[in-house]
């Protein structure tokens, strides 16, 4: 009986699905012209809206991190109901619509919303602000980051904190210079994924911080408002949001490497 051969089939529609990915991005690049860019980068909207896309996505980055990272530690070390509620909550914004959180956050942080009172007595006002479009992409990015970095958690193995607090190391040295230097390269996979998430963000940003040209226009919102006038200039836009993202995951994926790199020097 000769044995089946699925295989061959199976790649072949691996390949059709990476053709499905890849030459999308092609068409993108081949639909413009030298003549096209120069033009789309001068115009008045390129530069404020990339200028702030990166910063805050980086900021975002940074607050999805530095907050992430010990409720990532915990969620991996805890076996408990409460770490599995946890868990789906923080995923929630996952499969959430991008809508559904810009309107979420407008009833949270807008004049009427559950905080929006307390708030303006301080004279603080969040909505249609800088600080709106960093909160939208910190709620849609950093469950990205919580999931990769508590998978990295997971793989620990717990003898190794288990010597070190036999050698004297407390619980806190242990982890900082044990268990995160171990799991670097799946927190920068988070980072990554959670960055390139923050810098496409687009329709929680618009209903909660706006489309104002020069304070909440992201790539995103500035790729749509040239759409609607110059489908040219929505690809430049386009193109250049696409080679930004490619560089962030470039680099941030070097990390992973550069560790490993300095183990293998170091054994």
Known sequence: MKPTRTLPVGLLFGWVLLGVLVVPFVALTVSTSP???????????????????????????????IGGTPLAWWLATTRSRAAHTVSLLVQLPIVMPPAVVGIALLETFGRQGVLGPALSLFGVSIPFTATAVVLAQVVVAAPFYVQAASNAFREIDPETLRVARTLGATSRIAWSRVALPIALPGLAVGASLAWARALG???????????????????????????????????????????????VLGALQLVPVAVSRRRSQRS
């Open 35 to 65: 003549e096209s860019v120069r033009s789309g980068i001068t115009n008045e909207m390129f530069a404020p809206a990339l200028r702030l896309s990166l910063w805050t996505s980086f900021v975002s980055v940074v607050l999805a991190a």
């Open 201 to 247: 963000e687009f329709g929680a940003t618009l209903l909660f911080a706006g489309n104002l040209t020069g304070r909440t226009q992201t790539m995103p919102l500035a790729i749509l408002s040239a759409l609607e006038a110059d489908i040219g200039l929505a690809v430049v836009f386009s193109l250049a949001l696409a080679l930004s993202a490619l560089l």
